[in-house]
């Protein structure tokens, strides 16, 4: 099984930008659609975005879309999120996972069917 290590996280002011990073340790098949989770304080982990390996579609949760970009480089077997212009409210520990992205209204639900974690990335925002 395809073992998920991210990194990047840290203190961010609002709207400043960060990248995180997800490290797979071996090639992901094309086929495979791997993603960003996330859980603030006090909260459940909710999807952030997904990306199929192969052909770099896209997909997001209902209202990340625009704030938050997703990339892989599939040479260096990494998954990239960017936050853009992070907000208080996206003070999270992040998770990278496999993800199965489900059609919902003009965004996606994005599941981790496997329920399976690594350590995660803590992000806070603050001034």
């Known amino acids: 099984q395809v073992q998920l290590v991210e990194s990047g996280g840290g203190l961010v002011r609002p709207g400043g930008s960060l990248r995180l990073s997800c490290a797979a340790s071996?090639?992901?098949?094309?086929?495979?659609?791997i993603g960003w989770f996330r859980q603030a304080p006090g909260k459940e982990r909710e999807g952030v975005s997904c990306?199929?390996?192969?052909?770099?579609?896209?997909y997001y949760a209902s209202s990340m879309e625009g704030r938050f970009t997703i990339s892989r480089d599939n040479v260096k077997n990494t998954m990239y999120l960017r936050m853009n212009s992070p907000e208080p409210e996206d003070t999270a520990v992040y998770y990278c996972?496999?993800?199965?992205?489900?059609?919902?209204?003009?965004?996606?639900?994005?599941?981790?069917?496997?329920?399976?974690w690594g350590q995660g990335t803590l992000v806070t925002v603050s001034s």
């Open positions: 990306i199929r390996a192969g052909d770099g579609t896209a």
């Open positions: 071996e090639l992901i098949s094309d086929d495979s659609v």
């Open positions: 996972a496999t993800c199965v992205p489900v059609p919902y209204g003009m965004a996606y639900v994005l599941i981790n069917v496997l329920d399976a």
